[in-house]
């Protein structure tokens, strides 16, 4: 979930490794993580008409060929813009910049659901990449929209919002495609949220591939600040991102039971500040949060190694408010 509740928080955090390095200024803190840059970036070549909407449980095959898109990370910003980002181009010499717009984002969305506390037209909320490399935006509207990652234009889906299953309302929620089996093609959408207000009690669930109804699996853990972010794998796995002033952590989530699961891999002092938009995603290992916070709204990009947990701060005052982060379960595990 995203570009959240107006009472979010978050950090511009200490962490283990770079804060040393940088005050205030914009721009990278870390750039010795070097990472393989032998991708290219050319997806406007990849046919991204997509049938479906807000599921896709049947078995579809990763892009094939380099280049294609499906080992990048899709941002969505609250200016409605798509971008792509190559975690492999942070740090490596080359100069490429990692973050490249696809194109502004125009669904025509209606009027932000009851209980938003921000005024105005709906913006995006949360966003699914899937293995098609077709992007699905949650606006605050309740409505979901394929978006191709191709020139950033939007579609209708057959979602319904506002729907009532196990006993709530699913106005608002965090989203992520993960395999049905570890390998596997066939995958599907989970998410965690509920009504508006349900920012320390959601519930996760998932959507069904065929009529996008809402299966609701049971509650997310109420010891936690908010509800969390979502990122799904290719190993079948779930994960969630849990901001905090105080406490903050990547956990596995049980996808049975909606309890984390195993490590908690903590950003060290928590979030520390008020938050207004948090992302995050997972890239060959590690696990990419973007963050906007403080009273200027500054963006940063951090890093929290899958294995070990370790957090790093990468960049500060990136010039965007990321608001959905996505990887295709095709992205390197």
Not at 69 to 84: A, F, K, N, P, W
């Amino acid at each position: 979930m995203k570009q959240r509740r107006a009472s979010k928080l978050f950090t511009g955090a200490a962490g283990v490794l770079a804060l040393t390095a940088s005050g205030c200024g914009g721009g990278p803190i870390a750039d010795d993580d070097e990472r393989d840059a032998d991708a290219g970036r050319d997806s406007a070549g990849l046919d991204s008409a997509h049938d479906g909407a807000a599921g896709d449980g049947g078995g579809i095959a990763c892009p094939s060929g380099g280049g294609a898109g499906g080992d990048l990370i899709y941002l969505m910003d609250q200016q409605y813009r798509l971008i792509s980002f190559d975690p492999r181009l942070i740090g490596n010499g080359a100069g490429a910049d990692p973050f490249q717009v696809i194109g502004q984002v125009a669904c025509p969305a209606g009027p932000s659901v009851p209980g938003w506390p921000v005024a105005g037209a709906a913006t995006p909320f949360s966003l699914a990449i899937d293995r098609q490399l077709v992007a699905h935006v949650l606006y605050t509207s309740g409505q979901i929209f394929d978006v191709s990652t191709v020139d950033a234009t939007c579609t209708p889906t057959g979602f319904e919002p506002a729907q009532i299953a196990g006993g709530r309302r699913w106005d608002l929620f965090s989203m992520s495609y993960v395999t049905d089996a570890s390998g596997g093609d066939a995958e599907r959408v989970w998410i965690a949220g509920g009504n508006a207000g349900a920012s320390m009690t959601g519930d996760l669930g998932w959507l069904d591939p065929g009529d996008h109804t809402v299966h609701p699996v049971g509650s997310l853990s109420n010891s936690v600040e908010y509800t969390p972010e979502l990122a799904g794998l290719g190993d079948a796995t779930l994960w969630g991102f849990y901001p905090g002033a105080w406490t903050a952590f990547v956990q596995q989530i049980d996808k049975t039971t909606g309890a984390g699961t195993g490590p908690v891999r903590s950003i060290p002092g928590g979030l520390g500040g008020t938050v207004s938009a948090w992302a995050f995603a997972h890239h060959d290992g590690v696990f990419y949060v973007f963050a906007t916070a403080g009273i200027i709204e500054t963006t940063t990009l951090s890093t929290i190694d899958r294995s070990s947990g370790q957090y790093t701060l990468l960049w500060r005052g990136l010039p965007y408010k990321i608001v959905g982060a996505a990887a295709p379960t095709c992205a390197p595990v």
